[in-house]
């Protein structure tokens, strides 16, 4: 019986703070809600001048974007004024070697450049495949890669912990640029010039392979 009363005792004072509630929020907030909707209204969606109500929106919406923002420096312990990325530094970047192949089909050269400094290896290795296939800073070397190569994946990984490493780049098909004939011997000279690239720069990597979605050895642009 003491059970029953004390539930029944427990549902009379829940319904008793849910009155409550409703009575303040009758007496004390609904009015003032409705005064704020309706100044809204008035102010804003209602304003007779159209340049003028515009520029009130804009300006309420910039003002809800800011304090958006605000809101979220403060729960991250961010600088408001961080809003860009910072600028890379110079002990961030790396000199390497960039093997760019020839348009005679049998020669490669040889370039030195800057790249970020990456916390792994296939960042590293997807740079340098886009300097090799981009060719040279000082010469015309397009025709020596005559078509656009996009990576879809690179993997780095090692066979067992005496071996060494494999880059594996997985590559979308491709097709020859309009009217643009390929060079004899092109594909093979840049698929040396990139893993002489890949093995100079990343010494861990002893083996390059260049997919062509999924399958090995298949031709780029030479059939």
Known sequence: MQMKFSSASIKAKAAALKQKAFFLFNTQVKARVFRLADKVRTELIDFPDGKERTRRLIVLFASLFILDYLMYCFHTDKNIADIFPDIPSLDHQKQVSVYIPGLDGTSISHERRSIPVYDNDEQTARILFEMVTQGSR???????????????????????????????????????????????NSESMFKSALEKTIKENIPSIKTVMVLEKGVPGAPLWEF
């Open 138 to 184: 000082y010469d015309n070397t397009s025709l020596a890669v005559p078509v656009d190569l996009f990576v879809r994946k690179v993997w780095v990984y090692a066979k067992s912990r005496n071996a060494g490493k494999v880059c594996v780049f997985d590559l979308e098909p491709a097709e020859l640029k309009p009217d643009i004939g390929p060079i004899k």
